[in-house]
């Protein structure tokens, strides 16, 4: 069944973002009494609050991770959402996704004021079909909840689509749903924590450089 769509991840995959993320959850800890490592932190980034405040805090009440959740979107809205930059190759990518006349998803484990920011600064609002935030599901990345509510919009099934993204969280939540998944390597995590990837890239660019033959070989 040839691919119809690509469902594209955007934080460490559209722009580079991460180790702002990384900064806003160590603020976040501070600031209501917890320590963490930058790695321990950067390990977890591509979940949602909802998944990565448990994983390092598994016996916090629900009602601290949520806290913790809602001041780390506090800690990265402002000033650091403004810092982010594109990654070389994003729009292009996007661009001839949607020029071959597939349709293009963001499915994301960003909020909603983030992604409508990412959609400007990327300049591909006009390329997007449908988006997907952790504001759409009940739970983010591994789940599969963000990868299946965008199969729903785009009304397209698992084999008809491939998904972009740059950490294990993508790929687990992907194949969760039966969809293939080609990693970058631009958010910052080893090769080796890829695997279950069709294949792998060094960032968009050069996902846009070798187009469409990555479509083509799944």
């Given at each position: 069944?040839?691919?119809?769509?690509?469902?594209?991840?955007?934080?460490?995959?559209?722009?580079?973002?991460?180790d702002?993320?990384?900064?806003?959850?160590?603020?976040?800890f501070?600031?209501?009494?917890?320590?963490?490592?930058?790695?321990?932190?950067?390990?977890?980034?591509?979940?949602?609050?909802?998944?990565?405040?448990?994983?390092?805090l598994?016996?916090?009440?629900?009602?601290?991770?949520e806290?913790?959740?809602?001041?780390?979107g506090?800690?990265?809205?402002?000033?650091?959402?403004?810092?982010v930059?594109?990654?070389?190759?994003?729009h292009?990518?996007?661009a001839?996704?949607k020029?071959?006349?597939?349709?293009?998803?963001?499915?994301?484990?960003?909020?909603?004021?983030?992604?409508?920011?990412?959609?400007?600064?990327?300049?591909?609002?006009?390329?997007?079909?449908?988006?997907?935030?952790?504001?759409?599901?009940?739970?983010?990345?591994?789940?599969?909840?963000?990868?299946?509510?965008?199969?729903k919009?785009?009304?397209?099934?698992?084999?008809?689509?491939l998904?972009?993204?740059?950490?294990?969280?993508?790929?687990?939540?992907?194949?969760?749903?039966?969809?293939?998944?080609?990693?970058?390597?631009?958010?910052?995590?080893?090769?080796?924590?890829?695997?279950?990837?069709?294949?792998?890239?060094?960032?968009?660019?050069?996902?846009?450089?070798?187009?469409?033959?990555?479509?083509?070989?799944?």
């Open positions: 069944m040839p691919i119809r769509a690509i469902l594209f991840d955007i934080d460490g995959t559209l722009v580079d973002s991460n702002l993320h990384v900064d806003a959850w160590l603020e976040a501070e600031r209501h009494g917890h320590r963490f490592t930058r790695d321990q932190v950067r390990e977890q980034i591509g979940k949602g609050g909802d998944m990565l405040v448990p994983a390092l598994p016996d916090l009440p629900e009602d601290e991770q806290k913790l959740a809602d001041a780390h506090e800690a990265f809205q402002g000033a650091r959402l403004q810092q930059q594109p990654f070389p190759g994003a292009d990518l996007v001839r996704v020029q071959a006349g597939l349709k293009v998803a963001l499915a994301s484990s960003a909020a909603q004021a983030e992604l409508d920011h990412y959609l400007d600064l990327l300049a591909i609002r006009d390329l997007v079909d449908e988006t997907t935030t952790t504001d759409d599901v009940e739970n983010s990345k591994p789940a599969p909840d963000v990868v299946a509510t965008a199969l919009k785009l009304g397209l099934g698992a084999h008809e689509v998904f972009v993204g740059d950490t294990p969280y993508d790929i687990q939540s992907g194949a969760k749903c039966g969809v293939a998944t080609v990693a970058v390597l631009s958010g910052g995590f080893p090769r080796e924590t890829l695997k279950g990837a069709k294949a792998i890239y060094n960032d968009a660019a050069a996902l846009a450089a070798a187009w469409p033959a990555w479509v083509e070989r799944s």
